[in-house]
């Protein structure tokens, strides 16, 4: 019964629903590679219809990013002001350009489609830049205190028992890296910067970076904060 609840709750949540249907949509993309003749035009059109879903669900959420700056205006660690504050507004204007991009889709307005769809996937990866510069604070900090908490000497094997012991003690860390590092490289493919990265790369990665999110949403504590 705690399993069906957990579900309920978690489908209730605006956010979870978006990476569900992310996970479906990388997932749909990932297996569209892979497939061939009707099968990959099914997964194809299934990683749109997921994709514009996502669209509609996140309409308004510009306003919500840059509502939250506020909030991370008043944080008192520099970094994390400069760093939370700077993601939120890169992914306010992500949003922004994403939505122009769908509506150009759609037929509603007219516009240069490219020039847009450019635009966000810059502003996307400049979002996950930030959060990664953070992520490698938040890394340093830790192996720092946890160097200080045993007094382990400085050698290369201590260095790495250190590391590993201070990432089972910030899982939260670990997971939110793990989901940026996954995320940097569709903007970069996207933009052309990486072109190694085909769409079953893609794909994959795509749902490596949603279970992290998931998993964060699932168990809060697994949740890196200040977000």
């Not at 035009?41 to 990683?47: F, I, P, Y």
């Not at 949603?210 to 504590?221: T, Y």
Request: hydrophobic letters at 40%; one cysteine or more.
């Amino acid at each position: 019964m705690s399993l069906f609840v957990e579900i309920v709750k978690f489908n209730s949540q605006t956010n979870g629903r978006d990476k569900l249907f992310r996970l479906i949509q990388y997932f749909s993309r990932f297996c569209s590679y892979h497939s061939q003749d009707s099968m990959a035009v099914k997964m194809s059109n299934l990683e749109q219809a997921m994709s514009s879903t996502r669209k509609a669900l996140r309409l308004g959420k510009t306003l919500d990013f840059l509502l939250a700056t506020k909030k991370s205006l008043k944080l008192s660690d520099p970094l994390h002001k400069i760093t939370i504050t700077a993601s939120k507004i890169s992914l306010a204007v992500y949003m922004l350009a994403d939505h122009v991009t769908w509506f150009a889709k759609l037929g509603l307005i007219k516009t240069d489609t490219t020039k847009w769809s450019h635009r966000a996937f810059k502003f996307w990866l400049l979002s996950i830049i930030f959060n990664l510069v953070r992520d490698l604070y938040e890394l340093c900090n830790i192996y720092i205190n946890e160097r200080h908490r045993k007094k382990t000497p400085n050698t290369s094997n201590s260095g790495v028992s250190t590391f590993k012991r201070a990432l089972k003690r910030h899982p939260e860390v670990a997971v939110d890296f793990l989901k940026n590092s996954a995320d940097v490289v569709i903007p970069l493919s996207a933009l052309g910067y990486c072109k190694c990265a085909n769409k079953g790369i893609t794909g994959l990665l795509g749902v490596i970076s949603s279970l992290s999110a998931i998993c964060a949403i699932v168990a809060p504590s697994l949740k890196l904060s200040p977000a």
